[in-house]
T-cell receptor
């Protein structure tokens, strides 16, 4: 696609429910990032996928959070048993290049985000 | 652990003024540094990317500099306009391919 596409754009869910957020990166981009931004806060790194390598999950805040990337393209971030503190905008970004991102100095492109509200 | 700090957190200036936004990072082992703009309720838009071997990059009224040894970058905006009002974020790509963001500077240009 022309840009990074995220869905849903807005989601209101009840505490305790599971939610799935989808990210469709720019075609051909091998790197995919998920970030979380709470109200008035900076971007918090969650997880990073690069090609077929094992993802860097070091930013996932708890075991309620998981993400997968199928076929090296679309990614789904799943939050189980949502809590009110999970309310935030979840941003996905993608970038081209190989594992050696630094060689090409590639820009990363962000989607518009999925705004999650847990009530 | 890489940490990125942006000062000031918020800034209001009259239209037409030149201004400087600051970004500092604790670990100089970076590949590149990128400045983004975020409008309310929107995603991030890339403004400038500086490779670790470069000292500065320019795009229109924007100029970004990088001093890797001191862990600092500045974003210079010339002749500010009300349309420049947004949050500006600095991000560094570390040697572990993890992009770390600062918390941003909220800029308000007064007409």
């Amino acid at each position: 696609g022309a840009g990074v596409s995220q869905s849903p754009s807005n989601k209101v869910t009840e505490k305790g429910k599971d939610v799935e957020l989808r990210c469709d990166p720019i075609s051909g981009h091998t790197a995919l990032y998920w970030y979380r931004q709470s109200l008035g806060q900076g971007l918090e790194f969650l997880i990073y996928f690069q090609g077929n390598s094992a993802p860097d999950k070091s930013g996932l805040p708890s075991d309620r959070f998981s993400a997968e990337r199928t076929g090296g393209s679309v990614s789904t971030l799943t939050i189980q048993r949502t809590q009110q503190e999970d309310s935030a905008v979840y941003l996905c970004a993608s970038s081209s290049g190989t594992g050696l991102l630094y060689l090409s100095g590639n820009t990363i492109y962000f989607g518009e985000g999925s705004w999650l509200t847990v009530v | 652990k890489q940490e990125v700090t942006q000062i000031p957190a918020a800034l209001s200036v009259p239209e037409g003024e030149n201004l400087v936004l600051n970004c500092s990072f604790t670990d100089s082992a970076i590949y590149n540094l990128q400045w983004f703009r975020q409008d309310p309720g929107k995603g991030l838009t890339s403004l400038l990317l500086i490779q670790s071997s470069q000292r500065e990059q320019t795009s229109g009224r924007l100029n970004a500099s990088l001093d890797k040894s001191s862990g600092r970058s500045t974003l210079y905006i010339a002749a500010s306009q009300p349309g420049d009002s947004a949050t500006y974020l600095c991000a560094v790509l570390s040697y572990y391919d993890k992009i770390i963001f600062g918390k941003g500077t909220r800029l308000h240009i007064l007409p």
